[in-house]
């Protein structure tokens, strides 16, 4: 969020950066709180440039239905949120809205580890490679493609650069994944 954080406070725009670091820990908390009502264990949550990033233990030997709920939770706090704003009249309402629009059509692309992406996961397990190749050609492209609105779209522009290089990461380090969902499936 650094790179976040500094842009919102050289530009003096402080409200706008604490009304999106606000939504971000409120979507979190969807997740979080889902985790907790079927029982997995939370080890961490991050909140980085596209959202936040939750470990949690042995997530991947719940039930589909259990890691749809905890995957979709966040994007239902996000629109709860975002129902409660139009209920409402808050002072920046407009960017309020706005910000829980942009929350909550982002992290619905079916790009890994967005929330999307991570439902499609749980339907397709047996595609891990093809989806994290399919979401760093996405990140990229997107990526690239802001550039040429810069320096309007420079949020876009930082979070599809970080999740280029998360997804770089992931399809580095993929065999090893399918390596340790393996040993942890047949243990």
Known sequence: MIPFFLF???????AIYSIV???LLF??????????LVGVKVNSCTILPYGGEIKMEQFSRKNKMHQLFVILAGPLFTLLLLGISRLFDFPQNEIILLTQLIILSLNLLPIYPLDGGRALFVFIPDKYVELVGFSLCCSVIVFCSSLYYFPKALSITIIFLY???QNYSYWRFRKYKLAFDYITKNS
């Open 27 to 36: 979507h979190e908390l969807g997740h979080l709180t889902a985790a907790k």
């Open 8 to 14: 919102f406070y050289l530009s003096g725009e402080i």
């Open 21 to 23: 670091f606000g939504s």
């Open 163 to 165: 999740l280029s290089i």
